[in-house]
């Protein structure tokens, strides 16, 4: 079918000047959009991009924190084994008293 | 972009990178570096010295905790200073969102390197990579899901370079840390030949042999020769960024109508 002699789906007064592959309908340049390279009616670009699920939303925020408490928890447990080692160093080596000994 | 910079020309231009850059940078690196300092010696000294330092071994460390984690997010804000200064690009990092998903992309990754180095440095050659890439992870902040790998893809670009420049920061780190040494060693015993002031550091010489000590001053010498492994590690990223978006040749052209920032621009 010739292009130039269709209208727009949507506003019937105008020409049309593509064709959404997604419907088949036509359209004027006001009703089309891009989309990946593709002109898709307002419809069909509704019905392709995925919309933000407020569930996910919040598991992806949930997720996040366990990841920062994971973290959190790495972190702890690396200067808490420095501690503990600094703990196993007997004291006469923090306050120099072993240098001394050896001197005696 | 230059692919065939040496490492050495490469901390060259990281040093230049440092010297143009604005106070910003310094002071949310400072930050960031100073608290966790602060909240470190305060627990090694503690681990060290304290009767009851079993007991408070686990609540302290959480402080520690909590510091490197406040500094691992300042940090990401740091190189993102460093990243205008160097490509002119402003990125809103300022904004809570964004901020927020730096914090917790850093939180979760960034302790995964004590453990992940320690193994790294084992192997020993795979120690430049690992280290890069936790640099890099720094550099592009992680509020993008695709950071992570981005971050993996350029700690493996210019092997030689990555090498020859953690090579020779070692070797910085060593003397900066010798620096560090001698000073602190040398200090209390001139001002006793010059001023005649006298202490117990001045008494007796062993606590120059106190882990506590040692560990302090490695921390300060590590901290010293970061900053400059940021804006390296800066610089390689966005030239590595560059080699897809053709940024470079942009922030040249950039650089020749605006002869003011010829300066910041990569040769």
């Given at each position: 079918?010739?292009?130039?002699?269709?209208?727009?789906?949507?506003?019937?007064?105008?020409?049309?000047?593509?064709?959404?592959?997604?419907?088949?309908?036509?359209?004027?340049?006001?009703?089309?959009?891009?989309?990946?390279?593709?002109?898709?009616?307002?419809?069909?670009?509704?019905?392709?991009?995925?919309?933000?699920?407020?569930?996910?939303?919040?598991?992806?925020?949930?997720?996040?924190?366990?990841?920062?408490?994971?973290?959190?928890?790495?972190?702890?447990?690396?200067?808490?084994?420095?501690?503990?080692?600094?703990?196993?160093?007997?004291?006469?080596?923090?306050?120099?008293?072993?240098?001394?000994?050896?001197?005696? | 972009?230059?692919?065939?910079?040496?490492?050495?020309?490469?901390?060259?231009?990281?040093?230049?990178?440092?010297?143009?850059?604005?106070?910003?940078?310094?002071?949310?690196?400072?930050?960031?570096?100073?608290?966790?300092?602060?909240?470190?010696?305060?627990?090694?000294?503690?681990?060290?010295?304290?009767?009851?330092?079993?007991?408070?071994?686990?609540?302290?460390?959480?402080?520690?905790?909590?510091?490197?984690?406040?500094?691992?997010?300042?940090?990401?804000?740091?190189?993102?200073?460093?990243?205008?200064?160097?490509?002119?690009?402003?990125?809103?990092?300022?904004?809570?969102?964004?901020?927020?998903?730096?914090?917790?992309?850093?939180?979760?990754?960034?302790?995964?390197?004590?453990?992940?180095?320690?193994?790294?440095?084992?192997?020993?050659?795979?120690?430049?990579?690992?280290?890069?890439?936790?640099?890099?992870?720094?550099?592009?902040?992680?509020?993008?899901?695709?950071?992570?790998?981005?971050?993996?893809?350029?700690?493996?670009?210019?092997?030689?370079?990555?090498?020859?420049?953690?090579?020779?920061?070692?070797?910085?780190?060593?003397?900066?840390?010798?620096?560090?040494?001698?000073?602190?060693?040398?200090?209390?015993f001139i001002l006793k030949t010059l001023l005649g002031i006298e202490g117990s550091l001045t008494r007796s010489y062993t606590w120059i042999f106190s882990p506590v000590l040692i560990i302090a001053l490695a921390a300060v010498a590590h901290f010293i020769i970061d900053l400059l492994a940021k804006a390296i590690h800066v610089i390689r990223c966005c030239d590595g960024e560059s080699q897809a978006t053709g940024a470079d040749l942009l922030r040249r052209l950039n650089s020749l109508r605006n002869p003011e920032g010829a300066l910041r621009a990569p040769k």
């Amino acid at each position: 079918m010739n292009l130039t002699l269709q209208r727009c789906l949507i506003h019937a007064d105008r020409e049309a000047i593509v064709r959404c592959p997604s419907c088949g309908n036509y359209f004027c340049r006001e009703c089309i959009t891009e989309h990946e390279q593709k002109f898709l009616c307002s419809s069909c670009l509704q019905r392709v991009t995925p919309r933000a699920e407020p569930a996910n939303w919040n598991a992806a925020w949930l997720m996040s924190i366990v990841k920062m408490m994971v973290g959190i928890a790495v972190a702890w447990f690396f200067f808490y084994l420095i501690g503990q080692t600094l703990i196993l160093i007997p004291p006469n080596v923090h306050d120099g008293g072993y240098l001394r000994s050896l001197g005696q | 972009m230059r692919t065939d910079r040496t490492g050495l020309v490469l901390i060259e231009e990281a040093v230049q990178l440092l010297r143009t850059a604005p106070v910003t940078v310094f002071a949310l690196y400072c930050g960031g570096t100073v608290p966790f300092l602060l909240a470190l010696f305060s627990f090694c000294t503690e681990m060290s010295y304290s009767r009851d330092a079993g007991a408070k071994c686990a609540a302290s460390a959480v402080l520690v905790a909590l510091a490197y984690c406040w500094m691992k997010g300042l940090e990401v804000f740091c190189c993102r200073e460093l990243v205008r200064a160097y490509t002119g690009n402003v990125d809103r990092w300022w904004e809570p969102k964004t901020m927020l998903s730096i914090w917790s992309r850093q939180i979760a990754f960034q302790p995964l390197g004590f453990f992940i180095r320690p193994l790294a440095w084992l192997l020993l050659f795979p120690v430049t990579y690992v280290s890069a890439f936790f640099q890099n992870l720094t550099v592009l902040g992680g509020a993008s899901r695709k950071d992570v790998r981005k971050s993996w893809e350029l700690a493996r670009l210019w092997p030689a370079q990555n090498h020859t420049v953690y090579g020779l920061l070692s070797l910085l780190a060593l003397i900066v840390f010798l620096d560090l040494y001698v000073v602190t060693f040398s200090t209390p015993f001139i001002l006793k030949t010059l001023l005649g002031i006298e202490g117990s550091l001045t008494r007796s010489y062993t606590w120059i042999f106190s882990p506590v000590l040692i560990i302090a001053l490695a921390a300060v010498a590590h901290f010293i020769i970061d900053l400059l492994a940021k804006a390296i590690h800066v610089i390689r990223c966005c030239d590595g960024e560059s080699q897809a978006t053709g940024a470079d040749l942009l922030r040249r052209l950039n650089s020749l109508r605006n002869p003011e920032g010829a300066l910041r621009a990569p040769k």
